[in-house]
């Protein structure tokens, strides 16, 4: 290869064709590397706590996992969905090197609550496991347990009448089970589930799991505080939950509804659409709309 000085770059490429042809790819691989920094660092900054609350109903399918995010950043994952659909979903929503979140919560044992969460576990770093007083520790929640025992995950189980502060003006009240269960409840099941009210910022979000009727009319039997703007409906939508009287006595502005695309149970149940219809309640689902993300 010959070199005259002052020759035009143009030139010296006609004179080394292959050369340039590599100084080109280079110089082309640069630009796209940077581009990628670029957009990751926008994405990261854009994934930032923007001071406001969001409460993100993950598309999990046919599941539950609710993501709260503070204005300040706490975090608190209430369940997990039935496989690893949360992991896509806590990606999209967190920044890449971000792997912290406060609070765990699993409602209850069925699969389509807990089934994502010991991969949570694993590739996240959580502050707290929360869960109801379950007697049964077998299946998918002795693997929960086994991996926040590897993960050194600290580990607390509540009952009625307890109060989870999140961050200053922000908590987490424990509406049921009660540490006794009234007589003629099972100790397993979907109404050992935890119902749970947040409060923050003046708005208010009843989380119901799967609980069903009868747990509904024992708490309203009982005035628990139920009156919420926002109501996430029980047991997906099932026709065993979210009674006429339970709705009346939430009063929702909204209901929210996660439930997965033509799933075996027929969820949401015509009746229980047709309740919300009859109290003028507007609805949201997730098979709808995919992830629904509540701010204020």
């Known amino acids: 290869m010959k070199y005259v000085e002052g020759v ?21 691989s640069i630009i796209v590397v940077l581009g990628l920094l670029v957009v990751l660092g926008c994405r990261e900054w854009f994934l930032e706590p923007d001071g406001t609350m969001h409460a993100r109903f993950f598309d999990v399918g046919q599941g539950d996992a ?26 999209e929503t967190l920044p890449f090197f971000d792997r912290n979140i406060d609070v765990v919560i699993n409602t209850h044992p ?16 959580i502050g707290l496991l929360v869960l109801p007083p379950l007697t049964d520790q077998s299946g998918l929640l002795s693997s929960l347990l086994d991996t926040a025992k590897t993960r050194n995950t600290g580990l607390k189980t509540v009952v009625a009448g307890e109060t989870m502060m999140i961050e200053s003006g922000a908590t987490l009240s ?36 799967d609980i069903e009727e009868p747990v509904e009319k024992t708490l ?5 505080n139920l009156r919420s703007d926002i109501l996430k409906i029980g047991h997906h939508g099932s026709r065993t939950s979210s009674g006429t009287g339970f709705l009346l006595a939430v009063h929702p502005s909204l209901a929210i509804i996660s439930v997965g ?14 309740r919300l219809k009859d109290l003028n309640i507007p609805m949201r689902r997730t098979d709808q709309e995919g992830t629904i993300d509540v701010t204020w």
């Open 220 to 224: 309203v039997a009982a005035r628990a």
């Open 110 to 125: 069925d699969i389509d609550h807990i089934g994502g969460l010991p991969s949570v576990l694993s590739r996240y770093r």
């Open 261 to 274: 695309k033509d799933n075996p149970f027929g969820h949401p149940r015509p009746e229980t659409l047709k």
């Open 8 to 28: 035009a770059f143009a030139g010296y490429c006609r004179a080394d064709a292959e050369y340039c042809t590599i100084v080109r790819l280079k110089f082309l």
């Open 174 to 209: 424990v509406l049921w089970p009660p540490k006794t269960l009234p007589k003629g409840f099972s100790s397993a099941g979907n109404n050992q589930s935890l119902a749970l009210r947040l409060v923050a910022r003046g708005k208010s979000i009843l989380l119901t799991s």
């Open 66 to 91: 609710i993501f709260i995010e503070t204005s300040t950043g706490k975090r608190v994952l209430i369940d997990g969905g039935p496989d690893w659909s949360v992991l896509e979903r806590l990606g």
